[in-house]
């Protein structure tokens, strides 16, 4: 699976080694010269929450996705990024294609 996301912060970034199933969500994508990486879990396959960072994962650094897939398997994760360390937040965008 590949993919892009859409942090509406600046240009899109190619997303690598994407994990996507009913109960887990992974990525990498680099920015800034920085590697962040998203791991986010599902009980029902339609809504994730998890945590994200770089280089490492934080509890203050949360994210919460839903799940949107097409007929034709292009699959959307709309959802919202949060660094409470500095009271940031945001939107993230991320599509994934076969």
Not at 28 to 50: C, M, N, P
Request: aromatic share 22%.
């Amino acid at each position: 699976m590949r993919g892009i996301v859409f942090d509406f912060e600046e240009p899109f970034r190619d997303l690598s080694e994407v994990t996507l199933t009913k109960d887990k969500f992974f990525c990498k994508y680099l920015q800034g010269g920085y590697v962040y990486r998203i791991e986010a879990t599902s009980r029902d396959g339609t809504f994730y929450r998890g945590y994200w960072g770089y280089p490492d994962f934080d509890d203050r650094y949360t994210v919460e996705f839903t799940r949107f897939e097409s007929k034709s398997k292009e699959i959307v994760l709309l959802g919202t990024w949060i660094n409470k360390t500095d009271n940031y937040e945001g939107v993230y965008l991320v599509r994934l294609y076969p």
